[in-house]
T-cell receptor, first 114, second 113 residues
Framework: KAGVTQTPRYLIKTRGQQVTLSCSPISGHRSVSWYQQTPGQGLQFLFEYFSETQRNKGNFPGRFSGRQFSNSRSEMNVSTLELGDSALYLC?????????????FGDGTRLSIL | GENVEQHPSTLSVQEGDSAVIKCTYSDSASNYFPWYKQELGKGPQLIIDIRSNVGEKKDQRIAVTLNKTAKHFSLHITETQPEDSAVYFCAPHYGGSQGNLIFGKGTKLSVKP
């Protein structure tokens, strides 16, 4: 069974640009969550999607947005990129949303802002 | 908000020794407690989890214990091997049915051959 797939693996952008990252969940998983990982702040929750609806959102500015498609694939978008957005962006999928649903992570997209 | 503390931040052991990492959380409503292992260049990998109706769970050399009264849970690795070297994260679930995982700062485990 294939795991969570994130594309691209690496991205280099400049300040002010926008970027879209993609995540394909494990087959049969319908919930997708996004996290940002930085050396200073660690792993921080961005948002969660289920049935094409955002269920939960972390404490990030509105420049960070996402969506989910009917096949459960998800994308996240960051507009007007800032230097501080340089990070590893991780996607995790689970069978369904809920308090005790195991989440399985992809290997992330490494975003570097110049 | 939820406060998650993980100790120690670094841990160095000899191959064959045991390693213990402790995670303290503040949300008394949390009922799901996973541990993740992250190797260099990879995403976090779920290695074991426990739910609040269970006090201990074991999977080969890895075990997790939960003390809900004291609000802490611990990862135990026995007979450590060099391939256990990685960063380990606890991530208790916070916020009820609409909540999410809150990650600790991580513990860098080094197993010396």
């Amino acid at each position: 069974k294939a795991g969570v797939t994130q594309t691209p693996r690496y991205l280099i952008k400049t300040r002010g640009q926008q970027v879209t990252l993609s995540c394909s969940p494990i087959s049969g998983h319908r919930s997708v969550s996004w996290y940002q990982q930085t050396p200073g702040q660690g792993l921080q929750f961005l948002f969660e999607y289920f049935s094409e609806t955002q269920r939960n959102k972390g404490n990030f500015p509105g420049r960070f947005s996402g969506r989910q498609f009917s096949n459960s694939r998800s994308e996240m978008n960051v507009s007007t990129l800032e230097l501080g957005d340089s990070a590893l962006y991780l996607c995790a999928s689970s069978l369904a949303p809920g308090r005790d649903q195991p989440q399985h992570f992809g290997d992330g997209t490494r975003l570097s802002i110049l | 908000g939820e406060n998650v503390e993980q100790h120690p931040s670094t841990l160095s052991v000899q191959e064959g020794d045991s390693a213990v990492i402790k995670c303290t959380y503040s949300d008394s409503a949390s009922n799901y407690f996973p541990w993740y292992k992250q190797e260099l260049g990879k995403g976090p990998q779920l290695i074991i989890d426990i739910r609040s109706n269970v006090g201990e769970k074991k999977d080969q050399r890895i075990a997790v214990t939960l003390n809900k009264t004291a609000k802490h849970f611990s990862l135990h690795i026995t007979e450590t091997q060099p391939e256990d070297s990685a960063v380990y994260f606890c991530a208790p679930h916070y916020g009820g049915s609409q909540g999410n995982l809150i990650f600790g700062k991580g513990t860098k485990l080094s197993v010396k051959p």
